[in-house]
């Protein structure tokens, strides 16, 4: 019977290294992009002139009113979509196809009705790493799992899981072939306010464990300031553009190691998470709010 690899010697297994801290260096550059679509009615330019670039290891919210272009950006990044003028690199190398290094989180799961937890997690592995034996893909797919907190959930398919342990799934899916970047669309839009909580405190966890860069889309300042490294804040469609970025400027590490719980009680608490929050909230219902008729 052939014994499975530890937990322990998993990150010696992959072939790519271990996360670094962050690193000051371009490591995914968005420059002059703009994306038009030819429509029944003629032209509409979702997003013009996007110039972002973001460092190895940084965790960057994306938020916009809805039709501003923000699930356009991502989906340019994951390379699901090509910009009509400019271009995305990834260390350097120009994006123009999805690819292995960057996997996208969706907000409906996207998983395989017909397979169960361990099996979607599993067929990503065996896509990704096609040239490890069966008992390391598993060990992979068993390690991921056991970190979103689903071990005793793995043979259960999907319509068995609520909607909370869908999107861990999809969340282990994703880390399991160690992307270069994880790209988040809303992840936790569609789940109740406790579920949606945990979720946050579990993917800031990772987050802190393995320091993949994630470029994800939000419509929730909290959550964004809970999470995030810097705020990216999208003007009005059509033809729109990042308007400001916010750096937030208060450190969680030292506290959201231990108790993710804790620090979000220790952010709130921050004079400068308010004052972040405001700022935000100006933006986006006063300078940029949506016009009524």
């Known amino acids: 019977m052939q014994t499975l690899p530890t ?3 998993l990150d010696k297994i992959y072939a790519a290294p271990s996360q670094p801290a962050l690193k000051p260096d371009p490591f995914l550059t968005i420059e002059n992009v703009s994306k038009t679509y030819t429509t029944s009615r003629g032209s509409y330019t979702a997003l013009e002139d996007i110039n972002l670039t973001i460092r190895e290891g940084e965790f960057v919210c994306l938020v916009g009113h809805s039709g501003c272009g923000k699930s356009t950006l991502l989906n340019m990044v994951a390379g699901f979509l090509k910009p009509t003028t400019g ?6 190398k120009r994006i123009t196809e999805p690819g292995p290094d960057r996997m996208m989180v969706f907000q409906n799961y996207a998983l395989l009705p017909w397979k169960t937890a361990f099996e979607n997690v599993y067929l990503a592995v065996k896509s990704a790493y096609p040239d490890k034996s069966k008992a390391v893909k598993i060990a992979i797919t068993q390690e991921h799992l056991e970190m979103v907190g689903l071990t005793e959930a793995a043979n259960k398919r999907p319509h068995q899981l609520s909607g909370g342990m869908k999107q861990r799934v999809s969340i282990a899916r994703a880390l399991a072939i160690r992307p ?12 109740d306010a406790i579920t949606r909580q945990e979720l946050q405190e579990e993917l800031l966890k990772i987050w802190q464990t393995h320091r993949t860069t994630v470029l994800m889309i939000t419509h929730d300042i909290d959550e964004a300031l809970f999470l995030a490294d810097r705020i990216v804040m999208m003007t ?15 450190s969680r590490s030292n506290v959201c190691e231990a108790d993710a719980a804790l620090c979000r009680a220790d952010l709130i608490a921050d004079p400068r998470y308010c004052e972040l929050r405001n700022y935000a909230l100006d933006f986006l219902y006063r300078r940029f709010a949506h016009d009524v008729d």
């Open 236 to 250: 009005n469609g059509p033809a729109a553009r990042i308007g400001e970025v916010l750096d937030v400027s208060f």
């Open 87 to 92: 271009e995305v690199r990834l260390q350097s």
């Open 7 to 9: 937990l322990q010697t």
């Open 180 to 191: 270069q970047v994880l790209i988040l669309d809303e992840p936790f839009g569609a789940l």
